[in-house]
């Protein structure tokens, strides 16, 4: 794998409406010489839904990680970690609403 950033946490909350959502992405080797693109979401403390996605080729998942964090930002969800650091500290300008 690629040293490019591949672990996104993104949340989304909104106390008028109790909502308190989260969303990881993660891209993570499998033991077949495949690459997976791991989905987790659901309400913040919970341990909420996991669905996986196997691809031949890293940019190929690295191009849907990209698309489905355009659409969470897009809805509201504001990025907590990338790659484990906050985003200020991976030198990225966090988008709020």
Same mark, same amino acid.
């Given at each position: 794998? @690629?040293?490019?950033? /591949? ?14 959502? *989260? *969303?990881? +992405?993660?891209?993570?080797? @499998? +033991?077949? %010489? !495949? #690459? /997976? +693109? ?7 403390? @919970?341990? %909420?839904? !996991?669905? /996986? &996605? &196997?691809?031949? /080729? ?5 191009? #849907? +990680?990209?698309? #489905? ?7 509201? *969800? ?5 790659? %484990?650091?906050?985003?200020? !500290?991976? %030198? $990225? $300008?966090?988008?709020?609403?």
């Amino acid at each position: 794998m @690629t040293q490019q950033c /591949s672990n996104l946490y993104f949340q989304r909350i909104d106390p008028s409406r109790n909502m308190a959502r *989260y *969303y990881a +992405l993660s891209i993570q080797p @499998t +033991l077949f %010489g !495949e #690459i /997976s +693109l791991i989905r987790a979401w659901g309400r913040i403390g @919970t341990l %909420g839904q !996991e669905m /996986s &996605h &196997h691809f031949a /080729s890293e940019a190929d998942a690295i191009a #849907i +990680l990209l698309q #489905i964090a355009r659409r969470k930002r897009a809805k509201g *969800y504001v990025a907590k970690a990338i790659c %484990g650091k906050s985003p200020e !500290e991976a %030198g $990225v $300008v966090a988008q709020d609403r």
